[in-house]
């Protein structure tokens, strides 16, 4: 694709809920990021990919969260047990080896 | 101490004025370097790239490094409204970001 698209772009879980979301990055770029945005914060890191293999996962805040990328595309990040500090943008950015990252639009995640 | 620090406004000008932005950093081994802008409700679009120390200009975009003094900048010259959204700096390969710049530029 032309960009890196993220779904949903707006997700509202209760508190306790599962939530799964999803990262398409472009097509060819083997780097794959993920990023957790506070409001009024910059993006704070999560995790790494590079093809398939998870690289760093030193960010991830808890063992609640989980991410994945089995087929060295499509990334899924997980958070189980949703609590209300879970609220926030949720990032993802892919890119080249040595090249600058392309972020997508986010999901806006809400706990209530 | 965050790794980086960033002003973080809010930063407002007149059209035509140049702006700079910096940001400080912690970590001498930060080789990567880059300015990120974010528009209201969209992720972070990549403005400037840069390895190691120098200038790099890109249109009414200069960005600079300082590595003995472990500050980066971004001057925006003959700013714009559109101009107007927050900006990041950030580090490494990973990507430490600042907490970002609000820069509003007024017609």
């Known amino acids: 694709g032309a960009g890196v698209s993220q779904s949903p772009r707006y997700k509202v879980a209760k508190r306790g809920q599962d939530v799964a979301l999803r990262c398409d990055p472009i097509s060819g770029h083997v780097s794959l990021f993920w990023y957790q945005q506070a409001l009024g914060q910059g993006p704070e890191f999560l995790t790494y990919?590079?093809?398939?293999?998870?690289?760093?996962k030193s960010g991830l805040p808890s063992d609640r969260f989980f991410a994945e990328r089995p087929e060295g595309s499509v990334s899924t990040l997980k958070i189980q047990r949703t609590q209300q500090e879970d609220s926030a943008v949720y990032l993802c950015?892919?890119?080249?080896?040595?090249?600058?990252?392309?972020f997508g639009s986010g999901t806006r995640l809400t706990v209530v | 101490q965050k790794e980086v620090e960033q002003d973080p406004g809010p930063l407002s000008v007149p059209e035509g004025a140049i702006v700079s932005l910096n940001c400080t950093y912690s970590n001498s081994a930060f080789q990567y370097f880059m300015w990120y802008r974010q528009y209201s409700r969209k992720g972070p679009e990549l403005l400037m790239y840069t390895y190691s120390s120098g200038n790099k200009e890109d249109g009414r975009f200069t960005a600079q490094v300082d590595k003995s003094s472990k500050y980066i900048s971004l001057f925006i010259r003959d700013s714009q409204p559109s101009d107007s959204a927050t900006y990041l700096c950030?580090?490494?390969?990973?990507?430490?970001f600042g907490s970002g710049t609000q820069l509003t530029v007024l017609p």
């Open positions: 950015a892919s890119s080249l080896v040595g090249t600058g990252y392309t």
């Open positions: 990919f590079q093809n398939e293999a998870q690289l760093d």
């Open positions: 950030a580090v490494s390969r990973q990507l430490t």
